[in-house]
């Protein structure tokens, strides 16, 4: 079984504070998204990252997909209260067609 | 990207009855999930709804219990049935619009269901 591993898995910080979240695997991955959701709403896609040593940026935010596209970071930099809430990655095997998702990162960004 | 809209947007439901969600979507969709989701927790795949044909279930979700109907391209019901406390959760339609690259999800709202 395929299992995307993310730490942490709560996090509290401060407005202006930087911090990065991690998603890591055994496996190799086609294509790995992230989503980010806030509580009442859906997840939504962020960004995703298909090519090993990638790195795309939105806006203070940073992704990272690994060089042998095992795992991916999220860097995101001065964090703000509207940056918090559940962060999510999810990647879907190379052939395969269902998506796996890691277990979530719940950021609190304080004011 | 996509819009789609779920209702109802949350529901307190007895014991014992059942409750369908609907899920539209306005843009040409390839797949159609659903998931499940403790508050704060990861998603859960239910099925994916299959257009004209019987839904495919995941591991421990059975269409007795999660009849899935998918009429066309653009809508997908998810019934609940049978209600107990343990199904109390949020559920989520996502969907795979054409063109996406592989992987990519859009997520409906959510369904906030509570069972008494």
């Known amino acids: 079984t395929q299992l995307l591993e993310q730490s942490p898995q709560f996090l509290s910080i401060q407005e202006g504070e930087n911090l990065t979240v991690y998603c890591n695997s055994s496996?190799?991955?086609?294509?790995l998204q992230w989503y980010r959701q806030e509580p009442g709403e859906g997840p939504v896609l962020l960004v995703t990252?298909?090519?090993?040593?990638e790195v795309k940026k939105l806006k203070r935010l940073t992704f990272q997909f690994g060089d042998a596209r095992k795992d991916s970071s999220l860097h995101i930099t001065a964090a703000q209260p509207g940056d918090t809430g559940l962060y999510l990655c999810?990647?879907?095997?190379?052939?395969?067609?269902?998506?796996?998702f890691g277990a979530g990162t719940r950021l609190f960004v304080k004011a | 990207s996509a819009v789609i809209s779920q209702k109802p947007s949350r529901d307190i439901c007895q014991r014992g009855t059942s409750l369908t969600i609907q899920c539209q979507v306005d843009?040409?969709?390839?797949?159609m999930f659903w998931y499940r989701q403790q508050p704060g927790q990861s998603l859960t795949l239910i099925a994916t709804?299959?257009?004209?044909?019987?839904?495919?279930?995941e591991s421990g979700f059975v269409i007795d219990k999660f009849p899935i109907s998918r009429p066309n391209l653009t809508f997908s019901t998810l019934t609940v049935s049978n209600m107990s406390p343990e199904d109390s959760s949020i559920y989520l339609c996502?969907?795979?619009?054409?063109?996406?690259?592989?992987?990519?999800?859009?997520f409906g709202p959510g369904t906030r269901l509570t069972v008494t």
């Open positions: 996502s969907v795979v619009i054409l063109g996406a690259r592989t992987g990519e999800q859009y």
């Open positions: 496996s190799v991955f086609s294509s």
């Open positions: 990252v298909v090519t090993g040593g």
């Open positions: 999810a990647a879907i095997n190379t052939g395969g067609f269902k998506t796996i």
């Open positions: 843009s040409q969709v390839t797949m």
């Open positions: 709804a299959n257009q004209g044909s019987e839904a495919t279930y």
